[in-house]
């Protein structure tokens, strides 16, 4: 008998539990994944991390060959189809189990159901493994068993939970198993199976596992010891850029934290330290994720607060264009949005400084400049990406409160002093002195003129009283 392994987000051989547990029988186990053009099209799945997947799954074709697993790339046009796609290759394979690891969202909950009802119907089954959270979701709650609306609280109990429980055990990665009498996808196939879909260069991503490793253990001897002083700042490269990693999940959580513990066991129990500032980053995922998988109608875009439903938002839509394009005349945004557009990533400090931009100061709707990100990111990632954007527009669980509105010239001056990113993002504005490049037609209006650097394209002290109007006029209805 063959077992199947449905991949998905978990692009990994290591520490993967539907792979394990696929091949604990000792019978060929074929991996499939699936590819849904016409999904990916309708959602503009971001270009650059579809080349990324298309790249990663070349490698993981001969990672799993290795082990004697055969990975089958498999294109289809919906989402929904994945029940007919995967009933015909188990009666193609003799397949009478597939096991995939859980994902979080709703939509992919209700596919797995339904895909789970069309193989009972013919007496095949599908095998559901925890994965994607350091632990499962619903498992940290309060004493009075609510979820934590609030993040502090939150990872105090996470963390409790992992030194009173112990740390997730790594699952252990599959040896080399019997012969495999089923063919692999050869890297033509892999390629033809997303000749439909768009993409771009995701080249300077890794993309095999030994590259991967290598970013971690780097960042971990290195990057890690001054994160929590160089975190912030968008010219250093002091965070370890593992997101999409994470996203594909081609590094597991547990084998992370493992790797991050066998260096520094600290963490867990001290909020002091590199290691212990990048724990918590991993948190505020988890907090997100859990909150996604708690509150399904966060998956349907609404607010967390609902009053938040009310704000009156601009339509703003040239405004909006000259956000995406990168000409809103404050160079910290346009250079921040020039590095998503190049890279299809953005430093975090700056993720979180042009969403409060176009919300706050623009005041144009959270849900344009979301949809916008996971077009465009390579680590577009639902969960982390809603709550970021949420907690930026001041919807969102703990968010920012409303009144904090990051001024994109201080944030400027103090997290690229020297104005050493924004000179490589913006070229143009290379000659101007480290007190004018923040703010070009403000400090040297004749010099930025001559360059044709854009005015900007609103009066900061007005749109930030535009927006506390705004969110003022919530509180009046409410009281
Ligand atoms: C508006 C906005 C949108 C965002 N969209 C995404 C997204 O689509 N995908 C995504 O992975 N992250 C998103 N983030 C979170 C964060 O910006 C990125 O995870 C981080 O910049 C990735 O760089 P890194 O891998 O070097 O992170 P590091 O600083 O090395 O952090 C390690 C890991 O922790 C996680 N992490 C770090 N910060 C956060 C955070 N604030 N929230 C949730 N997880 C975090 C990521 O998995 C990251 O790889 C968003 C943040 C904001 C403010």
Redesign the pocket.
Known sequence: MTQLVWLRNDLRVEDNPALAAAYAGGEPVVAVYLVPVQTWQRHGVSPRKVDLIRRRLHHLCSELRQREVALRVIACDWFSDAGTVMLQLMRELGAQEVHANAELLLDEQRRDLKVARRLEGEGRRLVSHADGTLVRPGSVLTGAGDIYKVYTPFRRALLRKLLTDGVPAVTPSPRRGAANPHASSTIAEIDAAFAAVPQLSSQPWAASRSEIWQQLQH?ADGPLHH?HQQ?DLPAVAG?????????LGMLGMNETLDALLMRQPEPLALAEGGAAS?LN??C??E??RHLCALLPFLVMEKPFKPETARLPWRQGDDDFAAWCEGRTGFPIIDAAMIQLRDTG????RL??V??SFLTKHLLIDWRR??DF??RH?I???????N???Q??ASTGCDAAPYFRIFNPISQSERFDADGIFLRRQLPQLAALSNKAIHDPHGRAPLVAQRLGYPQPIVDLRLGRERALAAFSSLQEVGS
């Open positions: 960042f994160y975190r965070t370890s850029q593992l997101s999409a990693a994470f996203t990048w980053e991993l505020w995922r907090f997100y990533w953005m430093h975090n993720r979180m042009v969403a400049g979301a990100f996971m990111l680590d577009g990632d639902f969960a982390a990406n709550g970021g954007w907690w930026a």
